[in-house]
């Protein structure tokens, strides 16, 4: 059975977060919203769980921080310990004040660079990549929420969204098979 | 809606009636539209001037550093003046978007998308010095800790100058991907609005196919969070490590160990500065004053003014701990009564005048939101703030320890050429960014609007702080675009005509100039004719096309059949119009249009 999906245009992002809240409350499930610009709150009042990027970003500062250590203890204490104006080479404890500058460093090109192509990598946002909003205003000042039909009433579920204040609504059928 | 508040006595950031559509169309209009010739006259000075400094770099590699004016006591001259100076503006556009984001400022979003392409393009010009002051730069990958044929000779962490590596290195491309996180929703708004086909695959190409679901904006957010969160430490870490190139040394006025912070408050300085010199040019050319305000100037004033203020205690502090410490070596550092009163008393003065007095003009209300001033100001500390690099270096050089052995900097053609041509460099990059680029955070504009837009505060102030914040968006159910992934797409309008246009116009007084303008486009026939949606043409806005039915203009036809003639003729008509046809080029946008029906 061809399943439906219901995309409804709102020209205001206040509109937006209401109507979301209403069809959230009457049941009916909000498969995508699309804005020209992050609304405060809707990613709460559309379900979505928090992001663990922070998360990941620090465990890549981590990664960082050992990377920078063993380095410089493989390169300056083990491998070729050298005299350098005085300073301490035994241990790495001993000449670690000197590698402090580098060791913050590489944590922040670690955690910032993972972080970001991580980010990419998990909103699909590359090059060549092509865009997937259904509507060029959705990048200007339109707002577009796409619920999805499963079994319910078309008739009812427009009627409702027209409710909440949404200014188009169009019906998109979907050819694939489940 | 009462969660768009803000306090009534903080001044509006948008000025004007604007809705998010005409943030879109004021952003993209640059980018859509046509260069003007002083671009293209400003440009080819820059280019030239990039060029010249092209040939002395090649000079330089090819013949050797001796053609700079070093000599046997001044090791360090230009190379490393220009060096800083660049590090030092490269500061403000970190500062801007990392700093101000942890500190909610609002003011930062219309101008952290230039102070970050500033921050970029003086990093570019800082790294080229120390890879020409290496002599053969093709070696420059031995700054890195690769193997290598001396039995794995590895590079020395403990030296400043190697931190130096690690740290500018980082600071660039966390600071690029910073800038092009952000500029992903703004290429798609481009991608998005423009006609033409080729622009529409660049942009797509630019934007990474960024297509705003809610989770990529609320994963957006914590990405541009926690980003700046590692730059504000990472801003503030790398002209500490630059200030160590100095610090750590034997030299009298470099070992200081208030350097660090004193450093830090000076890139700060000169690279707000440099963003006031860019921004104050830019908002006229591109008619952004509507965003980039005089109260932006004036905030960005005030962070001039703090910083400023720092820099002028650390040089009293220099000076006075020179005298009070006894050495008599430091009778000529840069910061002494022997520097004050020897050969180069010009270029201590200059710093002086430059960075602690001129500035100080800036605690009077009225000049710190007088735009020329502002501009002379900040002219005026660029200045000053390449003597404060120049007068620690050379002057603390120029009297070494051995009496025997003092002289003077002497620079060639080749050391100034060189300046110059980064200085070119330096604005090819913004130039080309300028039309390029959306040169504002749309995006995060547009999430201020309401509660610091001019209209919103106005209608907050009316009708009381829970008053409905909903915009009534004209409706044009016409544009219903088709899914911005299909190429090709044919957007056409036609829609019933709406008798509300109710804008103020004399007809009597012009009608001379009407008649002239439509026995030029030619007139429009309601009964055999389709009216055109003619805000598809980039630079009319809603309110721009209710000004042009009002004329009987309603056709892409008519709009191409304009020439500058016929613009004279619209700006007289209406006195004040909020667009530029010439730069946006209407006419040849219509024919476009007018051929794709």
Redesign the interface.
Known sequence: MAANKIHAIYTDDDLLLQAVKQTRAEDYHISEVYTPFPVHGLDEAVGLPPTRLAITSFLYGLVGLSVAIWMMNYMMIQDWPQNIGGKPSFTFYQNMPAFIPIMFEMTVFFAGHLMVITFYLRSKLWPFKKAENPDVRTTDDRFLMEVDGENHDLEILTKFLYDTGASEISIIKNEQDH | ?S?HYEAPIREPLVLGEK???DI?VDIGAPVLGKASKSWWIVFTIALVAFLWGLGCIIYTVSTGIGVWGLNKTIGWAWDITNFVWWVGIGHAGTLISAVLLLFRQKWRMAVNRSAEAMTIFAVVQAGLFPIIHMGRPWLAYWVL?LPNQF??????????L??DV??IS?YL??SL??WW?GL??DF??L???TASPFQKKIY????????????????????S???AG??T??VL?VHT?VS?DFATSVVPGWHSTIYPPYFVAGAIFSGFAMVQTLLIIMRKVLHLESYITVTHIEYMNKVILLTGGIVGVAYLIEFFLGWYSGVPYEDYVYLSFGAATGPYWWAFWALIFCNMVAPLSLWVKSLRRNIVWTFIVALVINIGMWFERFDIIVIDLSKDRLTSSWTMFQPTFVDIGTFIGTIGFFFVLFLLYARTFPVIAQ??V??IL?SSGESFKRLRAEHGDDH????Q?E?Y?G???????VEN?Q?RGSFSPDEDELVQLDYGLHQGKIDELISAVGTFDATVQERDNLKRIMGIGPAVEKKLHQLGIYTFDQVSRMTDREYELLKEIFGVFPSNPEMDDWAGQALILKNQK
Do not use: C
Not at chain 2, 151 to 160: C, K, R, T, Y
Not at chain 2, 204 to 222: A, P, T, Y
Not at chain 2, 479 to 485: I, K, L, M, V, Y
């Open positions: 809606m969660s809705s998010y559509h879109s800790p039995g794995s000779l590895w590079i020395n962490f403990n030296s400043p190697l931190w690690f740290a980082t491309s966390i991907v910073f996180t992903l929703p798609a708004m991608r998005d609005r797509g190409i630019l934007s990474f196919g960024w297509s705003g679901r809610v989770k990529d904006w609320q994963r957006f957010e914590e990405v969070l926690v980003l590692l730059a430490p990472l870490s490590i160590f995006a995060e547009k999430t309401k409905s914040h909903v915009q968006v409706q159910p544009d219903a675009g088709p899914a911005a992934n797409s957007l």
